[in-house]
């Protein structure tokens, strides 16, 4: 079983302005200029929450290929869950931006045969690679499949 979150690449904005924060206060305090108690209780603030909000809505969906399904979770206290039987996979389509290409990180669509059933995984890191992982899960149940009616024909 693969599980997997959004990846962090997608907050790399969020990240910086923490990072540029911390290093403006770092620069105050080394330079001994004065600091407003407030400011800096804010700027820490804004750092820690930052980090909380960020890995929370990152934690908050998931995507797991288990032996038989590929299933999409979402919540941290209620959860929901969807599932597309990996037999059922037709087709998978993977979308990146030039942002996300430059990143490496890209969105997956994954179409089952009955047309009605679409996960979307947003955000995946690495996506060529959870792309193939899947097909190769998909083609190997095909091929057990296809062994089994072989057997059927066989002993008929």
């Keep these: 079983m693969v599980r997997i979150h959004n990846s962090r690449k997608v907050y790399v904005f969020i990240y910086l302005m923490m990072i540029l924060v911390a290093g403006l206060i770092i620069y105050i305090k080394v330079m001994e200029l004065p600091l ?24 908050r969906i998931g995507y797991e290929i288990t032996p038989l399904y590929l299933v999409h979770l979402k919540g941290i206290v209620s959860r929901k869950s969807k599932k597309i039987l990996l037999e059922s996979i037709v087709d998978i389509d993977l979308n990146q931006n030039l942002w996300q290409r430059l990143l490496g990180y890209g969105n997956i669509e994954v179409h089952a045969a009955s047309g009605a059933n679409i996960i979307k995984l947003k955000n995946i890191n690495k996506p060529e690679k959870f792309v193939d992982l899947l097909e190769a899960q998909v083609n190997e149940i095909m091929n057990k499949g296809q062994k089994k009616a072989l057997k059927k024909r066989i002993k008929a």
């Excluded at 407003?36 to 934690?59: S, Y």
């Design 36 to 59: 407003n108690k407030f400011a800096l209780m804010g700027a820490v603030l804004f750092i820690v929450l930052g980090i909380l909000i960020t890995e929370i809505c990152r934690k």
